[in-house]
C-alpha cells in the first residue's frame, strides 16, 4: 500500500513539473505577431510581421500566406534584419522569406512589412493574413523547423495571424468627409477654395469659395438727401469699393416707411428722449446741423402742420 502510496505521489509531482515547463515555455517562447488593418477595394495596405521574446535567430524561412480573390501582392518593407530574399508565388497565394545572418539575432521588432492591394471587386470581409512552413505542401502550417540558432538547435515560435478586413466600397455607402479645409482664401477680387477629405477611401471634394466681401455694419451716406432729391446710403466694403444694400431714403422720413407723416415725428421724440426705437439718423437731422434733437422734432412737426418751412 505504502509502495503504491509513492508511486502515485511520484507521478503527481512529475505531472506538475511538466505543467511547469511547459507553462514557462509558452511565457518565454518567442511570439510573432501578424497586424490586422482594414481597407476598401482599391487601396493599398501594409502588414506588419513582427517577433517579441526573441532569444536570438540566425536563420528563418517561412511562407506568408494570403487570399488572391482580394488580395495582390505589390511588395515588401525592410524590418530590422540585414540579410534576406523574398520571393512572391502569386499563382500560390504566398511570399516566401528567406532569412540568414552571420550570427544569433535576439532583436525585436518588424521582421519584414508586407504590401498587398486590395482588389476593386473584392468581396466585403476578412481575409486571413498567416505564416506556414517554407515547405507548405508537406508541413502546413507547422514552424517546427522554420527558425533557428547558430547552434543549429530549432527556435518555434507562437504564431498570431492576421488579417486583412476588407469593407463596403465608398461608390456603395458613400464617402465620409471630414471637415472642410481651405485652401486658398476667397479675396474681394478672387475666389477661394476648401476641400474635405474621406476618411475612407481619400477621395478629395473640392468647392469654391464665392467672392468675399468685409462690409461694414454702419451705413454710409454716398449722397445727401435734400428738400427735392432723395439720398442715397449704403454699407462699403472694409477691403475695396464694392457697396451692399445701397438704398434711397427722404429727409423726414425718419422710420423708413417711404412717406413723411406724424410716425416720423413720434419716432424723433422717442429717440431723443431715450427710447429703444429703429430710425434712419440721415433723415432724422431735419435742419442739417449735425444732431438729432428738439431742434429737429419742432422742425419736423412744423412742416407736417403746413407751416412754411424747409427740411434741409
Not at 29 to 54: H, L
Given at each position: 500500500?505504502?509502495?503504491?502510496?509513492?508511486?502515485?505521489?511520484?507521478?503527481?509531482?512529475?505531472?506538475?513539473?511538466?505543467?511547469?515547463?511547459?507553462?514557462?515555455?509558452?511565457?518565454t517562447a518567442p511570439k510573432i505577431t501578424v497586424s490586422s488593418v482594414e481597407a476598401i477595394p482599391g487601396k493599398t495596405v501594409k502588414v506588419d510581421i513582427?517577433?517579441?521574446?526573441?532569444?536570438?535567430?540566425?536563420?528563418?524561412?517561412?511562407?506568408?500566406?494570403?487570399?488572391?480573390?482580394?488580395?495582390?501582392?505589390?511588395?515588401?518593407?525592410?524590418?530590422?534584419?540585414?540579410?534576406?530574399?523574398?520571393?512572391?508565388?502569386?499563382?500560390?497565394?504566398?511570399?516566401?522569406?528567406?532569412?540568414?545572418?552571420?550570427?544569433?539575432?535576439?532583436?525585436?521588432?518588424?521582421?519584414?512589412?508586407?504590401?498587398?492591394?486590395?482588389?476593386?471587386?473584392?468581396?466585403?470581409?476578412?481575409?486571413?493574413?498567416?505564416?506556414?512552413?517554407?515547405?507548405?505542401?508537406?508541413?502546413?502550417?507547422?514552424?517546427?523547423?522554420?527558425?533557428?540558432?547558430?547552434?543549429?538547435?530549432?527556435?518555434?515560435?507562437?504564431?498570431?495571424?492576421g488579417s486583412v478586413t476588407v469593407q463596403e466600397s465608398c461608390e456603395s455607402i458613400g464617402h465620409s468627409f471630414g471637415e472642410w479645409n481651405i485652401t486658398?482664401?476667397?479675396?474681394?477680387?478672387?475666389?477661394?477654395?476648401?476641400?474635405?477629405?474621406?476618411?475612407?477611401?481619400?477621395?478629395?471634394?473640392?468647392?469654391?469659395?464665392?467672392?468675399?466681401?468685409?462690409?461694414?455694419?454702419?451705413?454710409?451716406?454716398?449722397?445727401?438727401?435734400?428738400?427735392?432729391?432723395?439720398?442715397?446710403?449704403?454699407?462699403?466694403?472694409?477691403?475695396?469699393?464694392?457697396?451692399?444694400?445701397?438704398?434711397?431714403?427722404?429727409?423726414?422720413?425718419?422710420?423708413?416707411?417711404?412717406?413723411?407723416?406724424?410716425?416720423?415725428?413720434?419716432?424723433?421724440?422717442?429717440?431723443?428722449?431715450?427710447?429703444?426705437?429703429?430710425?434712419?439718423?440721415?433723415?432724422?437731422?431735419?435742419?442739417?446741423?449735425?444732431?438729432?434733437?428738439?431742434?429737429?422734432?419742432?422742425?419736423?412737426?412744423?412742416?407736417?402742420?403746413?407751416?412754411?418751412?424747409?427740411?434741409?
Amino acid at each position: 500500500m505504502k509502495t503504491l502510496k509513492r508511486l502515485i505521489t511520484v507521478l503527481l509531482c512529475a505531472i506538475i513539473s511538466i505543467s511547469f515547463i511547459i507553462n514557462v515555455s509558452a511565457a518565454t517562447a518567442p511570439k510573432i505577431t501578424v497586424s490586422s488593418v482594414e481597407a476598401i477595394p482599391g487601396k493599398t495596405v501594409k502588414v506588419d510581421i513582427a517577433i517579441s521574446n526573441n532569444p536570438g535567430i540566425m536563420a528563418m524561412a517561412f511562407c506568408i500566406t494570403y487570399d488572391t480573390n482580394a488580395l495582390t501582392y505589390k511588395g515588401y518593407e525592410r524590418g530590422y534584419l540585414t540579410s534576406y530574399s523574398v520571393y512572391p508565388h502569386e499563382d500560390e497565394g504566398h511570399v516566401s522569406f528567406v532569412n540568414i545572418e552571420n550570427k544569433d539575432v535576439a532583436k525585436n521588432g518588424i521582421i519584414i512589412s508586407v504590401l498587398f492591394d486590395v482588389k476593386s471587386d473584392a468581396a466585403p470581409g476578412n481575409y486571413a493574413i498567416a505564416l506556414a512552413n517554407s515547405n507548405r505542401n508537406k508541413y502546413g502550417t507547422k514552424l517546427h523547423n522554420s527558425f533557428s540558432n547558430s547552434q543549429q538547435d530549432f527556435v518555434v515560435p507562437v504564431v498570431t495571424a492576421g488579417s486583412v478586413t476588407v469593407q463596403e466600397s465608398c461608390e456603395s455607402i458613400g464617402h465620409s468627409f471630414g471637415e472642410w479645409n481651405i485652401t486658398k482664401d476667397a479675396t474681394c477680387t478672387e475666389t477661394g477654395l476648401k476641400e474635405h477629405i474621406c476618411a475612407r477611401c481619400d477621395a478629395v471634394e473640392e468647392v469654391e469659395i464665392p467672392v468675399t466681401h468685409d462690409f461694414e455694419a454702419e451705413w454710409t451716406v454716398d449722397k445727401d438727401a435734400t428738400a427735392t432729391e432723395d439720398g442715397i446710403m449704403s454699407r462699403h466694403c472694409t477691403k475695396c469699393d464694392a457697396l451692399t444694400d445701397q438704398k434711397t431714403f427722404k429727409l423726414g422720413d425718419i422710420n423708413g416707411d417711404d412717406i413723411i407723416t406724424g410716425k416720423d415725428s413720434v419716432a424723433v421724440m422717442q429717440y431723443i428722449n431715450g427710447v429703444n426705437v429703429d430710425i434712419n439718423n440721415y433723415a432724422a437731422d431735419v435742419n442739417d446741423d449735425g444732431k438729432i434733437n428738439n431742434k429737429d422734432y419742432v422742425l419736423l412737426v412744423r412742416y407736417l402742420n403746413g407751416w412754411n418751412v424747409e427740411l434741409k
